[in-house]
């Protein structure tokens, strides 16, 4: 076949499966309450992690970078194979509804538990928000650990007579954050942010010239704790979840973002994408990754897969 007419029929085809997605919801509607505690007893608690990644635009909006954001995840029940879904954020009209199809097809109960693992991002934070009555949100430590990480060596790399206290402060914020106690951790943030406030306003009283890395240090101070007010009701005992083993970051969707975005999209083909493009081709992909593509031709052409396939050569 002509690789047009292959391009042509695959965007059909993900032209369909989009068609057949039910209309957002966004909040959840599992019936009423009686109808929800006479329903099974549900199973183990699924955990879903949300990642996003970015990929190359064929357009290059006025002040942007050119790239599309596509947010990825993998839902991991306790029992059964793992499914993965991805969207291209800026077209999407119906991301919940996506994530709750997936949720679905693995037998998802009213009364059962989800937990989901994020990096604390606006776009990944909303998308699980009251979809279903039952879930549990988990500021990914990796990425929290990672800005921490950030903090410490940009004050290592100052020279002041308040560089112990910035260390020892921010090793006490990740000590605060690690035991879930995400108050201190925000007062304590807030305190080196005063404590090199000051020392910038002493440098500016005595006519000497900023620190370039004292406001490095500054900004990423502020940044940080606005990034912890934003998440705090996702930060929980990481230490106690640790021991208890279970999961407290998001390592299965790098490898799932890797897996539907990068082999396709970056490493391969690294070719500009249009958003709809991007957003159909991924639909086919999460199909394939999850092996329902033949249940949708199946399920669209009944008599589709009705004789033995010839096995293929090697």
């Known amino acids: 076949m002509h690789p047009e007419a292959i391009r042509r029929h695959v965007l059909d085809t993900a032209e369909r499966l989009e068609a057949q997605l039910g209309p957002e919801q966004f909040t959840y509607d599992g ?14 608690p699924i955990t879903v992690g949300l990642d996003g990644g970015y990929i190359r635009g064929r357009d290059r909006l006025p002040g942007a970078n050119g790239c599309l954001e596509v947010i990825a995840g993998k839902s991991i029940p306790h029992e059964g194979a793992a499914k993965v879904f991805a969207f291209v954020h ?35 934070r909303e998308l699980g928000a009251f979809l279903h009555p039952r879930s549990e949100h ?12 950030q903090l410490l060596q940009t004050a290592r790399g100052w020279q002041g007579s308040e560089k112990e206290n910035l260390l020892k402060g921010s090793e006490r914020v ?14 304590t943030l807030y305190d080196l942010v005063e404590e ?12 000497r010239p900023p620190s370039v890395v004292l406001k490095k240090l500054d900004r990423a101070l502020g940044e940080f704790a606005t990034y912890v007010d934003n998440n705090a009701g996702a930060i929980v005992n990481y230490g106690e979840r640790y021991r208890c ?13 890797n897996q539907v975005i990068s082999k396709r999209f970056v490493k391969k083909q690294q070719i500009r994408w249009t958003p709809r493009g991007a957003h159909l081709l991924l639909q086919v992909r999460t199909q394939v990754l ?3 593509l033949r249940a949708s031709f199946e399920r669209w052409y009944p ?12």
């Open 90 to 124: 800026r077209i999407d009209r119906k991301p919940k509804r996506r994530l709750r199809a997936v949720l679905e097809s693995q037998g998802i109960l009213p009364r059962q538990h989800i937990t989901f693992l994020c990096d604390g991002g606006d776009t990944v």
């Open 245 to 257: 083993g279970e999961r407290i970051a998001t390592g299965f969707v790098e490898s799932a973002v």
């Open 290 to 292: 999850n092996d329902e």
């Open 138 to 149: 988990v500021l990914d430590w990796f990425h929290v650990a990672m800005r921490i990480e």
């Open 174 to 187: 990740k000590w605060f954050l690690w035991h879930g106690n995400a108050i201190r951790a925000d007062e």
């Open 31 to 44: 019936g009423s309450q009686r109808e929800i505690e006479a329903s099974p007893e549900p199973a183990a």
């Open 196 to 207: 090199v406030e000051g020392v910038l306003e002493q440098d500016r009283q005595a006519g």
């Open 303 to 314: 008599g589709f897969g009705a004789q033995d396939q010839a096995p293929l050569a090697a």
